[in-house]
């Protein structure tokens, strides 16, 4: 079985500073991908960033790093320079290489404080 | 932004009565998702398909079928609503799988379904 664990449920952090999001997973897949997700209140999911578990460099998109860590199962998100349109739910995701199935961390809320 | 439509965006419907949720898509994506979202559990898949009339179950198909006769359409049907199924429902499309990376999953506005 595929399993995403979030185990912060929810976080506080400065303006400006750098934050780090938890998430490990559990596949007994060798190919698979790992994925954050964005939900602001509004209610729509943003796609923020990629990690293939055979991409032996860490993903960055912008502010958004992903720390791979693959003996550790962990793959958790690191945003620098935190603002206030950060404040949302960030979910953690996986897909396994064979059956095209994402499966879902319960997420964690992030409030950026000014 | 990718061209992903939900229909309805909100219903509000009676136990026993059926539903159906519809998914339209303009990116001509190959696999597309049904999943719902309920407070403390995130996302759960549904459904999915990876091609027209190729569909499969996800961890929580209980209750749920769907169908895909068009590429661009893909059909959530709750037979017969349970106040269980208040939720709110959400589709995605992606086009290739992960060993063919990178990989994006695109998600649509969502559908909040309310049974009462």
């Known amino acids: 079985a595929q399993k995403i664990t979030q185990t912060q449920p929810g976080m506080f952090v400065q303006e400006k500073e750098a934050v780090t999001l938890d998430c490990t997973y559990d596949?007994?897949?060798?190919?698979?991908?790992l994925f954050w997700y964005k939900q602001p209140s509004s209610g729509e999911m943003i796609f923020l960033i990629y990690?293939?578990?055979?991409?032996?460099q860490n993903a960055t998109e912008g502010r958004y790093s992903l720390n791979f860590q693959k003996a550790r199962k962990s793959a958790n998100l690191v945003i620098s320079a935190s603002q206030l349109g950060d404040s949302a739910m960030y979910f953690c995701?996986?897909?396994?290489?064979?059956?095209?199935?994402?499966?879902f961390g319960s997420g964690t809320k992030l409030n950026v404080k000014p | 932004d990718a061209g992903i439509t939900q229909s309805p965006r909100h219903k509000v419907t009676e136990t026993g009565t059926p539903v159906t949720l519809r998914c339209h898509q303009t990116?001509?994506?190959?696999?597309m998702y049904w999943y719902r979202q309920d407070p403390g559990h995130g996302l759960r898949l549904i459904h999915y398909s990876y091609g027209v009339k190729d569909t499969d179950k996800g961890e929580v198909s209980d209750g749920y079928s769907v169908s895909r006769s068009k590429t661009e359409d893909f059909l959530l049907t709750l037979e017969s609503a349970t106040s269980s199924q208040t939720s709110v429902y959400f589709c995605a499309i992606s086009e290739s799988t992960v060993l063919a990376g990178p990989y994006e999953q695109y998600f649509g506005p969502g559908t909040r379904l309310t049974v009462t």
């Open positions: 990690q293939g578990s055979y991409d032996e």
């Open positions: 596949t007994s897949d060798q190919s698979y991908g």
């Open positions: 995701a996986m897909i396994g290489a064979n059956f095209n199935k994402f499966y």
């Open positions: 990116e001509n994506h190959r696999y």
